[in-house]
């Protein structure tokens, strides 16, 4: 008979006694572990302390007793294995109880000892109130503090799966959560733009975040609080700490035995698990394993590959042949809403590895839009620019993500290339996914840049394009346009770039955007078809706008949740005036019309309120349903951008419930504090002086500041300061054409109207702009066609002078007096400059 011993009775420890037990009947099977539980799910610990698992029991996945009874294993718990005597083959274990030690022989000996977490070696980590989370005792004992109700506040540190499933956990008990992160992301397995879209769900759940930022020191306070301070200077109040700082393998007496260590500490293992020392087996977080893409040693702690290991071990204990074929590192975390999951390498990691790679982003829905509940999907994909094959994969998304990671992740193992994705032939029917699935469109997007068919720009290329030889497109609707745009981007919906491609510089090469990339890749085709060099930027403003916006939010002192309605104030009416409510007064509002744009995804649904609100009377309120969760953001930003009146936003399982009342009569103008409509200005701008048009703008730029919409007309020789610098060929007689040549092209030719000096004054006059930091013309003028200033140019002056709208700078409206007279009508103050 022979004897097993295993150190270690959780993930590793337990599943390898019962893996043996099921193949030696005979065996003598004794698990030593140190702690009071064994086969307990220590991936289940945050989500008791949350009570979102109400029975502690449940995380009791097996007991001494059950090993016994149902396995015969000899179950030692808190007792720990203090020295391995290889020549003799015995143990020293020591009861932890009595402090008597005792000799244990073994014929074949499995470590699974774990990793214990880190402790950074800071003044006071060792404080009361600061605490890890790796067993049943720890989460017994941060649970005790957040039920006695002492806990108002916590911080913790490390954004990594266990201190982000702690941070929700600890909110889900009303407990107000900071995050602090030395990388500038959480996650690290993941890419920044796909972390990005935690780092929003996070802020939106009220949760603090110090990205960027290490932890230098945990103090007391006078009250007896903790007060932790950062790196950077900045400290948080709170009344616990978790420390989730990432594990170290508890390797101690592996090494006290000589078995070979990796150079982080863990055991070395052959693929049938053996260490060093051929009767001595390790498994689980303690060792190190092959990456099978890199074909270099790595330690990944998850539970999968400990359980895997465990088994194969037993097998070739028992005389069977099986081998460990290398973890990949596929992972899922769920952070409140999203979900987010990996597998294979991340870019970092790739360029660490030496190994090239390109990259897509695509968005997808889990499920076909037209059936309920449809949500967006973001899958990025890392693969051999030469043959395809694919490196690694991340999803984020609220639901199926999953489904979708265990597809890539059985891709990658099996070796496959995107190409493979393309035919992978994946369940569909409506409530689960779609004909063409979300791996599908993923493998096509890829497939199409490496066959050349799209060429993708990533959103971090966008901060180095050189506007002299690279220009951005914006080929999204105008209501998607006024939510959110790349600043230098010029817009030309889809819908109208095949009549105005002419505006496009043949010499530029242009990176063309829409909401997720799918428009952009038709324009992409279009364009280039005809001539134009283009990309088209991966993943869409979707990526590019997450990517880019403030991550950290951590000086926000009071963080209310965004999912709470009632904390969302915006203006509700109230008889003649508008007055400041929380919005969930409103809720008793009943709706004249309704609209189901569940289903739809961005722009879907803003698209979808324009158009119905377009056909409502004024003052009628239009119930929307819808499943996009950036709806939530997408029908603030536009009742506010618009005029109308947000009189709900709720949320609950999924479906976004919004009211919105018609409140405003054109959709740019916004109304006053008492509730009418605004008071505009109009200037007619008729010089085409560098200081006149100066002043015309300044003035412009500040009555758009003060929320009054503002009209500008351009005639005459004013008209020189919409003139593109270089424009499109237009025909023109000899007399148009002369014109041109003679009058100052656009905002940077014109010249001082006094002290002009053959040039000199002019050129003096714009350093001291420069020098003094003041706006130049073409800043002033993107910063009022930003805040949405009319510019329109005189139709008669255009005629007169031969000058074709393709001549002329982006935005601008050509329009005749009417249109300055019935502008004049709406304002109290018209200038004439
Ligand atoms: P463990 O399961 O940690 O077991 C090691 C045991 O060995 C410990 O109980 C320890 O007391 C005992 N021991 C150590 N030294 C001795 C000794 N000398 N004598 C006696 N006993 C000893 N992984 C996932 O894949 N998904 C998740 O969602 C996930 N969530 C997690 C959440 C939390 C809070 C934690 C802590 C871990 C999570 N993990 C998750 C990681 C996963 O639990 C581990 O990868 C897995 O448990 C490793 O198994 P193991 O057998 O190597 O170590």
Same mark, same amino acid.
């Given at each position: 008979m022979s004897t097993y011993v295993i150190v270690g009775g959780v993930a590793g420890g337990a599943t390898a006694a019962a893996r043996l037990r099921r193949r030696d009947e005979s065996a003598e099977i004794i698990i030593i572990e140190r702690g009071?539980?064994?086969?307990?799910?220590?991936?289940?610990?945050?989500?008791?302390?949350?009570?979102?698992?109400?029975?502690?029991?449940?995380?009791?996945?097996?007991?001494?007793?059950?090993?016994?009874?149902?396995?015969?294993?000899?179950?030692?718990?808190?007792?720990?294995?203090?020295?391995?005597?290889?020549?003799?083959?015995?143990?020293?274990?020591?009861?932890?109880?009595?402090g008597e030690t005792y000799r244990l022989g073994y014929d074949k000996l499995i470590l699974s000892?774990?990793?214990?977490?880190?402790?950074?070696?800071?003044?006071?980590?060792? !404080?009361?109130?600061?605490? $890890?989370?790796?067993?049943?005792?720890?989460?017994? &004992? #941060?649970?005790? *503090?957040?039920? %006695?109700?002492?806990?108002?506040?916590a911080v913790v540190v490390g954004g990594g799966f266990i201190g982000l499933e702690m941070a929700?956990?600890?909110?889900?008990?009303?407990?107000?959560?900071?995050?602090?992160?030395?990388?500038?992301?959480?996650?690290?397995?993941?890419?920044?733009?796909?972390?990005?879209?935690?780092?929003?769900?996070?802020?939106?759940?009220g949760v603090r975040l110090a990205l960027g930022d290490g932890l230098k020191e945990i103090r007391r306070t006078e009250k007896g609080r903790?007060?932790?301070? !950062?790196?950077?200077?900045? $400290?948080?109040?709170?009344?616990?700490?978790?420390? &989730? #700082?990432?594990? *170290?393998?508890? %390797?101690?007496?592996?090494?006290?035995?000589?078995?070979?260590?990796?150079p982080r500490g863990h055991i070395v293992v052959n693929e049938t698990m053996q260490t060093s020392d051929p009767d001595i087996y390790a498994v689980g977080d303690a060792i190190q394993v092959m990456n099978p893409i890199t074909g270099q040693p790595t330690a990944i702690p998850l539970a999968g590959p400990a359980n895997r290991q465990a088994r194969i071990a037993a097998d070739h204990i028992t005389g069977l042949a099986n081998a460990y074929?290398?973890?990949?590192?596929?992972?899922?975390?769920?952070?409140?809403?999203?979900?987010?999951?990996?597998?294979?390498?991340?870019?970092?990691?790739?360029?660490?590895?030496?190994?090239?790679?390109?990259?897509?982003?695509?968005?997808?829905?889990?499920?076909?839009?037209?059936?309920?509940?449809?949500?967006?999907?973001?899958?990025?994909?890392?693969?051999a620019p030469g043959d395809g094959r694919l490196l690694g994969a991340q999803v984020v998304g609220h639901n199926a993500v999953d489904r979708t990671i265990d597809a890539l992740a059985t891709a990658l193992k099996a070796g496959m290339t995107v190409y493979d994705l393309e035919h992978l032939e994946l369940a569909y029917a409506p409530p689960y996914g779609a004909a063409k699935d979300p791996v599908n469109i993923a493998g096509f997007v890829a497939s199409n840049a490496l066959r050349g068919d799209t060429r993708l720009a990533e959103w971090h290329e966008i901060r180095d394009l050189d506007p002299e030889r690279q220009g951005l497109l914006d080929v999204r609707s105008d209501a998607e346009w006024m939510l959110g745009r790349i600043p230098e981007a010029i817009h030309i919906p889809n819908t109208e770039l095949r009549e105005r491609m002419s505006e496009l510089s043949r010499d530029k090469e242009w990176i063309v955007y829409c909401a997720v990339g799918r428009r952009a890749y038709v324009m992409e085709r279009m364009l280039r078809q005809k001539?134009?060099?283009?990309?088209?930027?991966?993943?869409?403003?979707?990526?590019?706008?997450?990517?880019?916006?403030?991550?950290?939010?951590?000086?926000?002192?009071?963080?209310e949740p965004v999912k709470e309605p009632a904390a969302t104030p915006v203006l509700v009416e109230t008889g003649s005036g508008a007055i400041e409510k929380p919005i969930a007064a409103a809720a008793d509002q009943t709706a004249d019309l309704q609209l189901n744009a569940c289903g739809l995804q961005c722009p879907g649904p803003i698209m979808a309120v324009h158009k119905k609100l377009q056909g409502m009377e004024q003052g009628q309120v239009l119930e929307v349903l819808a499943s996009d969760p950036g709806f939530r953001r997408d029908v603030a930003a536009w009742c506010e951008g618009t005029g109308n009146t947000l009189?709900?936003?709720?949320?609950?399982?999924?479906?976004?419930?919004?009211?919105?009342?018609?409140?405003?009569?054109?959709?740019?103008?916004?109304?006053?504090?008492?509730?009418?409509?605004?008071?505009?200005?109009?200037?007619?701008?008729?010089?085409?002086?560098?200081?006149?048009?100066?002043?015309?703008?300044?003035?412009?730029?500040?009555?758009?500041?003060?929320?009054?919409?503002?009209?500008?007309?351009?005639?005459?020789?004013?008209?020189?300061?919409?003139?593109?610098?270089?424009?499109?060929?237009?025909?023109?007689?000899?007399?148009?054409?002369?014109?041109?040549?003679?009058?100052?092209?656009?905002?940077?030719?014109?010249?001082?109207?006094?002290?002009?000096?053959?040039g000199m004054g002019t050129w003096m006059m714009k350093r001291v702009i420069k020098s003094k930091r003041i706006d130049s013309l073409p800043t002033l003028i993107a910063s009022a066609r930003e805040s949405g200033v009319r510019l329109v140019a005189c139709q008669m002056t255009m005629d007169m002078m031969g000058i074709q709208v393709e001549e002329l700078i982006d935005g601008v409206e050509v329009g005749g007096v009417a249109t300055y007279i019935s502008e004049t009508d709406k304002g109290n103050a018209s200038l004439f400059i």
């Open positions: 009071p539980y064994v086969s307990f799910a220590n991936c289940g610990l945050p989500y008791h302390i949350g009570e979102v698992i109400p029975e502690r029991d449940a995380l009791l996945v097996s007991t001494p007793e059950k090993l016994r009874g149902e396995f015969a294993i000899d179950v030692r718990t808190q007792q720990e294995v203090v020295h391995i005597d290889r020549q003799a083959r015995k143990l020293s274990v020591r009861d932890l109880r009595s000892p774990g990793a214990k977490p880190s402790i950074p070696p800071i003044p006071g980590a060792d !404080l009361e109130g600061v605490h $890890t989370l790796r067993s049943i005792p720890d989460m017994d &004992a #941060i649970k005790a *503090r957040v039920d %006695s109700g002492e806990v108002q506040s929700e956990n600890l909110v889900e008990r009303g407990v107000s959560v900071a995050v602090v992160e030395m990388l500038p992301q959480v996650m690290a397995v993941l890419d920044f733009e796909m972390a990005a879209m935690l780092h929003r769900e996070l802020r939106d759940a903790l007060e932790v301070v !950062l790196s950077s200077g900045r $400290t948080a109040e709170a009344d616990i700490v978790i420390l &989730a #700082i990432g594990v *170290r393998p508890e %390797s101690d007496l592996a090494k006290a035995a000589d078995l070979a260590l990796g074929q290398g973890t990949i590192g596929t992972a899922i975390v769920k952070v409140f809403g999203l979900t987010a999951a990996t597998t294979g390498l991340n870019s970092q990691a790739l360029k660490g590895a030496g190994i090239a790679f390109a990259t897509s982003i695509t968005h997808s829905s889990d499920h076909v839009g037209y059936y309920p509940g449809a949500t967006p999907q973001t899958i990025k994909l890392l693969y001539g134009y060099q283009v990309r088209n930027l991966s993943g869409g403003w979707t990526t590019y706008s997450v990517a880019t916006e403030a991550q950290d939010n951590f000086e926000r002192c009071a963080c009189l709900t936003l709720d949320q609950s399982n999924g479906a976004i419930r919004a009211l919105v009342r018609k409140t405003a009569t054109q959709p740019q103008i916004k109304l006053t504090d008492e509730g009418g409509p605004a008071k505009g200005k109009t200037i007619v701008v008729f010089s085409s002086d560098l200081d006149r048009a100066l002043a015309s703008f300044i003035i412009a730029n500040g009555a758009a500041a003060m929320g009054q919409p503002v009209t500008m007309f351009f005639t005459f020789w004013g008209l020189n300061v919409l003139r593109r610098k270089d424009p499109a060929r237009v025909d023109k007689s000899l007399v148009e054409r002369m014109f041109g040549w003679m009058l100052p092209k656009g905002a940077e030719a014109l010249k001082l109207s006094k002290l002009n000096m053959g």
